[in-house]
């Protein structure tokens, strides 16, 4: 061909400006790579923190994605879409459970994954780009439950990371210490490893919004044994509500004796909307006598529930906790308790009307 005959000098410079005309081409008609921090910056002095609770307002998790062993191990890989549709269909945040623990090194400096951490950083840029506050927390931290004192330095060194890496990161971005504390981490025990963590964060997340629940798997009624730093005021007290757990836990492949409950409807002489209301102002009080701010991060009822009383019991506790101040988060978005279908790409309008009428 004619090409060829040119000489080799003049042939070879020919094709580098022509890959450079066409790589000037593509950069200037291909999106840029993301800011860092294209979000704003963190707040310079104390935030207050019942406005910031009223910010999150209402919230959904993203739940089995990112606290599964690994994403997809629970049938959920997170898409950009998903933070589209939450944000079209009003919601205000996103909490978003990760296990860390599967992701760091078991021994000391407990160095968390770059690839993962990188996975991370891409779900809190689709929720800040899109105007929604995002919770991250730290989930099904197993291990410091069955053996706290052995995993107190990888807590607070896992803690000590996150707080680094996202400092730079504006308000939107909360930390949650710790999903649902139980078994052998004892409320004496959590007191002193939250006053820790929330120490650490402190170093370089001056003002961040921390989230901080009680024992047993963050039940309100333990909420009496939860001991904050009295000088710290830059936090939002968790607390999650699954009443009555034979209601929202039926047929729960997890749950043994689960199927026996199958058929519960709601309400029921067991349990009315004013036993559900009740429970829920004792939290708020709370709340009211400690001065702090409260939010509900989970509840939700089980798909294999009628969904009638699904969307009764949802509508209920949602809009008692509005009543009583407490933000929530609805668990969860696309899995068994979810309001939206991946697989037909169609929300459960029944409980999406139920959290959003």
Known sequence: MRHSMLPPLIGISLIVVLVCSLRCKDQSTAPKAPNPYPFGAPSSLPLDAHAENRRLARCVNFGNALEAPEEGDWGVILTVEYFQLVKEAGFSGIRLPIRWSAHAKSASPYTIDRTFFERIDWAVAEALSRGLNILINMHHYEEIMERP??????????????????KNYPDGLLFELLNEPMGKLSAALWNQYLAEAIAIIRSSNPFRMIVVGPVNWNNYNALTALQLPEAERGLIVTFHYYNPFQFTH?????????????????????????TLASELTQAAEWGQKNDRPIFMGEFGAYSKADITSRHLWTETAARQAENRNISWAYWEFCSGFGIYNPSTRAWNHALLSALMP
């Open 149 to 166: 004192a052995d995993h107190q330095a990888r807590f607070l060194a896992l803690w000590g990371q996150i707080a680094e890496h996202y």
């Open 250 to 274: 039926q047929g729960a492949e997890w749950v043994d004796g689960s199927s026996a409950w199958m058929g519960t409807l709601w309400p029921n002489p067991a349990m009315t909307a004013q």
